[in-house]
């Protein structure tokens, strides 16, 4: 018989004896009237009560808790394993596949080195094919995607993506430059069947068109990926993995990045007009200007001599060398000089000597041209070439002493008493050393030499043309060979790639130091320079507070004209000139004579400017503090640019805890990320 009140079925259960007993819950008044429920055991077949083991109840709920988590362990191992599974493999091929990559890239890097462009192609093609594959394997993370850490997965897929669209560049570069190998000097097989030196220039000449498409495809495949590492944040790194700031790293990577592509994008128009200045089409005359840097001038170096070279189809031909002083000869003209000329120089006339005043290269010989013009019997030119004495010791040291008719043996072998190159104390020995007589061809020696050179240079082994061509194109970044050219085009190419001696800078910070030697000694060339720029940013402006440290640790000259000695190391009188945003505020400056420091607006920056001198075994320290009209966001952006005719000033950059230390050898855009 079924009961209809289910409440009152006796609920069955056993004890830990296996005694079958029966549970009946009765109400139980409590004071306030509720109801409790109490439970009571009895023996299910005799109604005898059994007190009921509350430890065994205790016991039953462990057991049925313990099985719960056991199975919740196993679920979350089954998990992990999974993950390892999923990230564990790709993980490891991705450590073993990097390594494989990065060797082949060194292997690249080093036959590169000694212009093995085969071997350089093989470990390109085995260099790609390793990334290709570390960006399949990468894949298999995808699911990283879906988790809190998708924005380090996506730099991930960013700097694959640059690694193999930079490593199908190198490919592509390598690819169009190896069958005119032979032609360049390097190692390999290539087309180039023989012939004479000037054969050899016409074929090299010949080749830039050829070379110009895939220059232009290789520029297309760094530009994306430039866009892939800019895409990369650098501040998601603010971490040292092995001694190495992960955040740094990535603003050189992405530096160097914007550095390549600068270049391979600036070279496109250069080959385009360089058989243009090489004169295959038609001849071309340039005026060759020598500026000694070891007496600095804003462009480089007092133009102490000229010289006129005709190019006809690679083939260059020095006509005739000239002193500065017959061209100021025929210069009949009286010009107001600038007033710091006039002031430090001591003289009331702008001579052509003195014309190359603005920093800017190109207004520079704009100014100086308007009058060359105007001296009879000079020719007419297609151009500036400025040179200084770092081009005349490289062209030596490459292809050995040189042997000038009439003016002796020029080497690079070290005179003690200037502590500099035979080359360089010969050649002030010969244009500077006072006489008693007048020598009107004491700078002559630089068109012989400079046809001498050149006649070196054709007759060298085909193996020594790398080297002249690493020169060349590192005396150009580094500003000691630049041009002015009157052609529109061509002078556009030549700014482009930055061989033009302008003054540039965008948005950002700007900072150029340029230093006029007008004492007349040979000093810079003893003369070191630090500069320490320490920057703390002040809502929407910076402040700066700049040191420039001068050293001269050498003994001086004996500069009395009467004693007819060669005065090197004299005073320094130096006519100084500190560019730098325009807007910008000088608040106060020490180490300069007494009221000569200015500020004026000029060539779209502010400048500052003031006096200074020197002396032998001295050092001067030069100090002073502005603020720029500039609010960075992110990433503090900073123009700096170097001076034609220096070398290598130690540069240390201070912004909050970020501290960088370089030399300045070439123009540069310093940038780190704010906090």
């Given at each position: ?121 093989t470990a390109l093609a085995e260099a790609e094919r390793e990334v290709v594959t570390l960006q399949k394997t990468y894949r ?327 080297a002249l061509f690493q020169s060349f194109y590192k005396n150009v970044t580094e500003k000691h060979i630049i041009f002015y ?191």
């Amino acid at each position: 018989m079924v009961r209809e009140n289910m409440e009152d079925v006796p609920k069955i259960s056993f004890s830990k004896e296996g005694t079958a007993v029966r549970m009946v819950e009765k109400p139980k008044e409590e004071s306030g009237g509720a109801k409790v429920i109490e439970k009571k055991g009895e023996d299910a077949f005799g109604d005898k009560k059994v007190k009921l083991s509350q430890s065994n109840t205790v016991l039953s709920l462990k057991l049925k808790n313990r099985r719960r988590w056991w199975g919740r362990l196993l679920v979350l191992a089954m998990v992990v394993l999974g993950l390892v599974l999923l990230a564990g493999w790709p993980a490891w091929q991705l450590v073993r596949g990097g390594k494989e990559a990065y060797a082949k890239v060194q292997t690249v890097v080093e036959a590169v080195k000694r212009q093995d462009l085969p071997e350089a192609k093989t470990a390109l093609a085995e260099a790609e094919r390793e990334v290709v594959t570390l960006q399949k394997t990468y894949r298999l993370l995808g699911w990283l995607r879906f988790t809190p850490i998708t924005a380090y997965y996506q730099d991930g897929e960013h700097a694959l993506a640059a690694a193999v669209e930079s490593v199908q560049a190198g490919r592509i570069l390598v690819t169009a430059v190896e069958p005119h190998v032979d032609v360049l000097g390097l190692k390999g097989e290539g087309t180039f069947t023989g012939g004479t030196t000037e054969d050899r220039i016409v074929a090299i000449l010949g080749t830039l068109n050829e070379i110009r498409p895939s220059v232009a495809e290789a520029a297309e495949k760094l530009t994306m990926a430039q866009e892939e590492i800019r895409a990369i944040k650098p501040e998601r790194y603010r971490l040292t993995v092995k001694g190495k700031e992960l955040e740094s790293l990535i603003l050189r990577v992405k530096g160097t990045m914007d550095e390549v592509v600068t270049v391979v994008t600036r070279i496109q128009p250069v080959l385009e007009v360089l058989p243009i200045m090489a004169g295959v089409e038609e001849q071309q005359r340039y005026l060759v200007l020598f500026q000694n840097d070891a007496e600095l001038r804003p462009t480089g170096g007092f133009m102490t001599a000229y010289a006129i070279m005709t190019v006809d189809r690679g083939r260059i031909i020095a006509e005739r060398s000239v002193d500065i002083y017959e061209l100021d000869a025929k210069f009949r003209k009286r010009l107001e000089p600038p007033e710091p000329i006039k002031k430090y120089l001591e003289v009331n006339s702008w001579y052509l000597r003195d014309m190359n005043f603005s920093p800017d290269f190109a207004e520079s010989m704009k100014m100086f041209l308007s009058y060359y013009r105007e001296l009879p019997g000079e020719a007419e030119i297609d151009g500036v070439i400025a040179i200084d004495t770092k081009v005349l010791k490289d062209l030596v040291a490459i292809l050995g002493p040189l042997e000038v008719s009439e003016f002796g043996t020029f080497s690079m072998e070290t005179d003690e008493r200037c502590n500099c190159p035979q080359v360089i104390y010969k050649l002030e020995d010969l244009v500077t050393r006072p006489v008693a007589t007048i020598r009107s061809d004491r700078k002559a020696v630089l068109g012989p030499m400079m046809q001498t050179i050149i006649q070196k240079a054709y007759d060298a082994e085909s193996n020594a043309w790398p080297a002249l061509f690493q020169s060349f194109y590192k005396n150009v970044t580094e500003k000691h060979i630049i041009f002015y050219m009157i052609d529109n085009k061509v002078q556009g190419a030549v700014e482009g790639f930055n061989a033009g001696g302008r003054i540039t800078g965008g948005d950002g910070d700007y900072f150029l130091i340029n230093d006029a030697n007008f004492g007349g000694a040979k000093s810079n060339l003893f003369i070191t320079q630090e500069v320490e720029q320490e920057i703390s940013l002040e809502g929407d402006k910076v402040k700066k507070m700049v040191t420039i440290l001068y050293k001269n640790p050498f003994a001086g000259s004996n500069c009395n004209l009467e004693a007819g000695k060669l005065c090197l190391n004299g005073v320094l009188q130096d006519f100084f000139r500190l560019y730098v945003p325009k807007g910008s505020k000088l608040i106060e400056s020490s180490g300069f004579e007494e009221d000569s420091v200015t500020t004026y607006e000029e060539l779209e920056k502010t400048a500052i400017e003031g006096f200074f001198t020197l002396t032998p075994q001295s050092q001067t320290k030069l100090e002073l503090t502005y603020t720029v009209p500039y609010r960075p966001e992110g990433t503090y952006l900073m123009t700096i640019q170097k001076q034609p005719g220096t070398y290598s000033p130690k540069y240390t950059i201070i912004l909050g805890a970020e501290r960088q230390e370089f030399e300045l050898t070439v123009d540069k855009d310093w940038r780190v990320a704010l906090p």
